[in-house]
């Protein structure tokens, strides 16, 4: 099966700086590549995701890169702001019929003001 | 407007005593999933639905049952809930193919266990 796994667990950057955080997977048939902010005590919010036939995707301070070939994908995150300071996730879905999302050990993102 | 609606949020149950857990959706999507979510934690994949065809999880304890009525509900019983069930509950949808891969999130369910 699908093994995710997401690096570093813990990240702590000033306001204003940029913060990456880093994703492998297993399973070269996985297709579809969501990211999730997760803050405490909520859902899982989606915040960007990537499909296996693009290499780069942005929306505003927020980009995510995939790999295919080396079987990594990265989200990105400019000038980050307090508001950012969450956990997110990292998830690979197989391009089967069940549709099964794996998902990372997660990320603590913290923004120091 | 709510899109997957998870009953109830907040659930309290004794050591032993059944309890479900309902979600219900308005998107019409054919995959609903469950997920437990411990503190700290990644959500981690009980089963999941693909219409009517049910798909466990291999590691997913046999006290954790699953149905499926129609499209729109689905509902997770705990038989015999333990102290280590103690969790959030999230129910997700999604729906396969064309543009739309997002996978939408309920509000969760957490439940506490005497």
């Known amino acids: 099966g699908e093994n995710v796994e997401q690096h570093p667990s813990t990240l702590s950057v000033q306001e204003g700086d940029s913060a990456v955080i880093k994703c492998t997977y297993s399973?070269?048939?996985?297709?579809?590549f969501p990211w999730y902010k997760q803050e405490l005590g909520k859902r899982p919010q989606l915040i960007i995701d990537i499909r296996s036939n693009v290499g780069e995707k942005k929306d505003q301070r927020i980009a995510v890169t995939l790999n295919k070939t080396a079987k990594h994908f990265s989200l990105h995150i400019t000038e980050t702001q307090p508001e950012d300071s969450a956990v997110y996730f990292c998830?690979?879905?197989?391009?089967?019929?069940?549709?099964?999302?794996?998902f990372g050990t997660g990320t603590k993102l913290q923004v120091i003001p | 407007d709510a899109m997957v609606i998870q009953n109830p949020r907040y659930q309290v149950t004794q050591f032993g005593k059944p309890v479900t857990l309902s979600c219900s959706q308005t998107?019409?999507?054919?995959?609903m999933y469950w997920y437990q979510q411990k503190s700290s934690q990644a959500p981690k994949l009980l089963f999941h639905?693909?219409?009517?065809?049910?798909?466990n999880e291999a590691d997913t304890p046999d006290n954790f049952q699953s149905r499926r009525p129609n499209t729109s509900f689905c509902f997770l019983d705990i038989r015999s809930p333990g102290l280590g069930d103690a969790a959030m509950y999230l129910c997700?949808?999604?729906?396969?193919?064309?543009?739309?891969?997002?996978?939408?999130f309920g509000p969760g369910t957490r439940l506490t266990v005497l």
């Open positions: 998830a690979a879905r197989n391009s089967g019929g069940y549709q099964k999302v794996t």
């Open positions: 998107l019409n999507h054919n995959v």
């Open positions: 639905y693909y219409d009517k065809d049910f798909n």
């Open positions: 399973d070269s048939a996985s297709n579809y």
């Open positions: 997700a949808t999604s729906r396969p193919g064309g543009r739309d891969n997002e996978q939408f």
